[in-house]
């Protein structure tokens, strides 16, 4: 598998951590659904908190890529869905400790609710790997 980043002079620099494109080629694709703070026994972590619940969140997408054999590094795109945006700073802080150069494409938006009114932040992720 190879991948590289897209960088276009004609479009403005993140604001954060991620790449303007993220071009794939070979390998598996494995795409995660949508993770929320839920832990293995079905508990919520961090109600409140949203670096707990950010922590949770990544630590549930790791675990689903690494058994189907890759690791974080694969991730090449991810969605965010906050429900208040003044969480943000909060979970990028906790999406750092997680991803790491090269990083993937990514969009975050703010949404009025989630399903359950304690989640604070959902994520979905695409991996492609060996």
């Given at each position: ?14 604001v ?9 080629t070979g390998?598996?694709?494995l795409y995660?659904?949508?993770q929320?703070?839920?832990d293995?026994?079905?508990?919520l972590?961090g ?14 997408i790791?675990?689903i ?9 694969d991730?090449v795109?991810l ?20 991803l790491k150069?090269?990083?993937?494409a990514a969009?975050?938006v703010a949404?009025?609710a989630?399903v ?7 994520v979905e ?5 060996k």
């Amino acid at each position: 598998m190879t991948r590289r980043e897209i960088h276009s002079a004609l479009v403005p620099e993140p604001v954060a951590e991620y790449a303007q494109g993220v071009e794939v080629t070979g390998g598996r694709t494995l795409y995660v659904a949508g993770q929320i703070a839920i832990d293995a026994d079905g508990q919520l972590v961090g109600s409140g908190d949203i670096r707990a619940q950010a922590r949770q969140v990544f630590a549930n997408i790791q675990a689903i890529i690494e058994e189907a054999g890759g690791e974080m590094s694969d991730i090449v795109k991810l969605v965010t869905f906050l429900t208040d945006i003044d969480d943000y700073a909060g979970f990028v802080e906790v999406r750092s400790e997680f991803l790491k150069p090269p990083f993937p494409a990514a969009t975050l938006v703010a949404v009025s609710a989630l399903v359950r009114p304690e989640w604070l932040v959902e994520v979905e992720a695409t991996a492609v790997f060996k």
